[in-house]
């Protein structure tokens, strides 16, 4: 390109083209000596850094035309958006050597840089799973009225995943005050991007939605930010979302050991050619604004800082190996529900209701919704009446679709919301899992503490009637499994009132299972003003023979079942765990020594990989030291597809009967004899 070529730099811009210049510059070479870290053997630095070697001008760009609050979401190659945001540069280079000054004390690495505590929500490296979240961050910003503007950024290949069709359908039907900004560098990976799209220009997709597009120079930080400030003004007058594909060169490979061997000389060459700090250097010169020696002076200036800040941060100090364990969950507090101001029964989906209701009363923070939640009042009726008394805003409808939906309640809950969200069936969690274990279930460990994620998913789960093999999953243990969340299974009326209040008024993620075979049983339920902790197992019943362990849907059959062994004569405890993460471990150990080291364990998920082994493993643990002889067994579902034939599945699930049938097996055979079998 010759200098007859370049576009002049207007003479209002040129203070901020010798910033944007020198942001680049910086940024260059901050990537290039983190990059170096890992070109040795050993590396001083292990593990995968993704760079945006030749995109530095979108983030710089993007950020002078934003706001100095506007938010900012960013893949995992958000090194420059991260410095853009304004995160300390030092911190930032000590996250991605893994150092404890690090701004995740080495928690996060490379791709995982998080600071919502600040206008940088954070990195994603689950491709395209920001989306959602930044839907959430602009419902909060509306329901704050702070007036701010968030912006997510993906690459060209993300515009592939349902999770970002999902961002934009719930955007543009909500009018979200969110930017969606496409990098794109022709490369979905090692993929060429052009053989995974049937579009000229990525842009042309958000037309489907409703939403406005522009293709942009991602080379030219001075039409990246005035694109910017354009799409921020549209978001903050209330005109909604907004695309912004940004065209950029891919300077380096994907990653650091990448060496490009599926990548052509000549595309290669012509990313080299469309070089930013090449490029926007030149322009500068040709512009006055400075000279070719004073653009080389500042070059090597930002590569000498970056390179001494660099070493200044491997000698640093190494996370503290006693605090790996910290901040998974926050300290349990002293909650107190206060004094009964009434009692009355409830059928268990209409004291689930009530929860809704007094939450919704008492604090402005919370949010309910999801899909039919809102003007139909939910399919089963749990949040009937709810939009009418407390307005459109805060009860809602959604599209159909899981992941935006928990996505966008992880966002709101990081930024001072406490959405509460229903999806419809438990069956239906896995199409949007991500967001409960790879966003939710981080955010407090990944920050150290500082910003939680305080979101309710209220879902129900059981076997029913007709219910198929896609409606009647018990999914508790793969979710007990994941640290970070909070787990809840309600069996009554009561209970499904104060444990739905526990867990919005706690301070981390918690999935509440409801048992929808339960929701029109009528039951005791104590109105407090205040809520319960979370974790606390409860004693249904009292015995000395056997203990039976249960939760959620098979309590009923479990209390059935001890009724009829009371009959011959055999006194069966009945403990009703409730929460399965936090355990109340004490509960466990009190009844099974109780009831002589006999216990029971009876849940309606199928038995291979079934909670059920993981708390005989933990008694086992627990009493270890004791010298009781334990026997501990379990009942359940056998590993089978659910029939939707009534036949059929009585079949296969426990019941009072076959319950009552296992427990005198174990009482009159013990050990060596009493069976296993469903």
């Not at 934003?66 to 911190?91: E, K």
């Not at 209409?350 to 919704?360: E, F, I, K, S």
């Not at 379990?634 to 009585?650: G, K, W, Y």
Request: charge should be negative.
């Amino acid at each position: 390109m010759t200098e007859k070529n370049l576009k002049p730099i207007a003479s209002q811009d040129h203070g901020y083209a010798r910033k944007a210049f020198t942001d680049i510059a910086f940024a260059r070479a901050f990537e290039q000596a983190a990059w170096d870290l890992t070109q040795i053997n050993p590396p001083r630095v292990p593990g995968s850094m993704h760079f945006c070697a030749g995109q530095e001008a979108v983030p710089f760009g993007a950020a002078a035309g934003l706001g100095p609050d506007d938010q900012i979401i960013a893949t995992y190659r958000g090194h420059g958006w991260a410095l853009a945001s304004g995160l300390p540069a030092r911190a930032v280079m000590a996250e991605i050597c893994q150092k404890a000054e690090g701004v995740n004390g080495g928690r996060g690495g490379s791709p995982y840089i998080m600071a919502p505590d600040t206008r940088f929500i954070g990195e994603n490296s689950i491709v395209g799973a920001g989306t959602t979240i930044a839907c959430g961050v602009a419902m909060a910003n509306l329901a704050q009225e702070n007036g701010r503007v968030v912006i997510v950024s993906i690459g060209d290949g993300a515009t592939n995943q349902g999770a970002v069709h999902e961002a934009m359908s719930f955007a543009a039907i909500r009018a979200l005050p969110v930017i969606f900004v496409v990098e794109n560098n022709g490369w979905a990976e090692l993929t060429p991007a052009p053989s995974m799209l049937r579009v000229d220009r990525v842009a042309q997709r958000a037309s489907s939605y409703g939403i406005p597009s522009a293709t942009i120079d991602g080379s030219d930080p001075i039409a990246v930010r005035d694109s910017m400030a354009l799409a921020a003004e549209h978001a903050r007058k209330g005109d909604g979302p907004s695309l912004l594909e940004f065209r950029v060169p891919r300077l380096w490979g994907h990653y650091n050991r990448d060496i490009e061997h599926y990548r052509p000389k000549a595309d290669r060459a012509e990313a080299e050619a469309r070089d930013p700090l090449t490029v926007f250097g030149a322009r500068i010169v040709a512009s006055g604004i400075m000279t070719d020696t004073e653009v080389e002076a500042l070059v090597a200036e930002q590569t000498q800082a970056a390179r001494e800040m660099t070493e200044a941060v491997m000698d640093g100090p190494d996370p503290d190996p006693q605090t790996a364990l910290d901040h998974v969950l926050a300290k349990p507090s002293a909650a107190d529900p206060g004094p009964v101001h009434e009692t009355v029964e409830l059928k268990y989906i209409d004291a689930v209701n009530r929860a809704l209701r007094t939450a919704l009363e008492q604090d402005e923070a919370v949010l309910v919704y999801g899909e039919d939640v809102g003007n139909g009042g939910g399919i089963f009726g749990g949040s009937r009446y709810l939009q009418r008394d407390f307005g459109a805003a805060r009860v809602f409808d959604t599209p159909i679709a899981e992941n935006a939906i928990l996505g966008s309640a992880v966002g709101a809950a990081m930024c001072g919301m406490k959405p509460v969200v229903e999806i419809m069936w438990a069956d239906f969690l896995f199409v949007a899992l991500d967001q409960i274990v790879n966003q939710a279930a981080n955010i407090r460990y990944l920050t150290q503490g500082k910003v939680g994620c305080p979101m309710v998913v209220r879902t129900q789960q059981g076997v029913t009637p007709g219910s198929c093999a896609q409606h009647s999953q018990s999914v508790e243990a793969l979710l007990a499994h994941v640290p970070g969340i909070k787990v809840g299974l309600a069996a009554t009326p009561g209970d499904a009132y104060a444990m739905l209040r526990a867990a919005i008024d706690d301070p981390d993620p918690a999935v509440v299972i409801e048992a929808r075979g339960l929701y029109q049983t009528k039951g005791e339920v104590l109105l407090t003003d205040g809520s319960e902790g979370v974790g606390k197992a409860k004693l249904r019943r009292e015995g000395s023979d056997i203990a039976l362990i249960t939760w959620g849907t098979m309590l009923p059959h479990v209390l059935d079942a001890a009724e009829t062994l009371a009959g011959a004569g055999v006194e069966a405890s009945v403990l009703d765990l409730r929460w399965l993460n936090p355990l109340d471990e004490t509960a466990l150990v009190d009844v099974v020594r109780a009831a002589g080291a006999r216990a029971l364990i009876v849940h309606e998920a199928v038995r291979t990989g079934g909670f059920a082994g993981e708390i005989a493993l933990r008694l086992t643990e627990l009493l270890k030291d004791e010298g009781l002889s334990l026997d501990i067994r379990r009942h359940t579902t056998p590993d089978v597809r659910m029939p939707s034939s009534a036949i059929l599945q009585a079949a296969l699930l426990p019941s009072g009967e076959n319950i009552a049938e296992f427990a005198r097996d174990m009482l009159e055979h013990g050990s060596a004899e009493a069976s296993d079998a469903a």
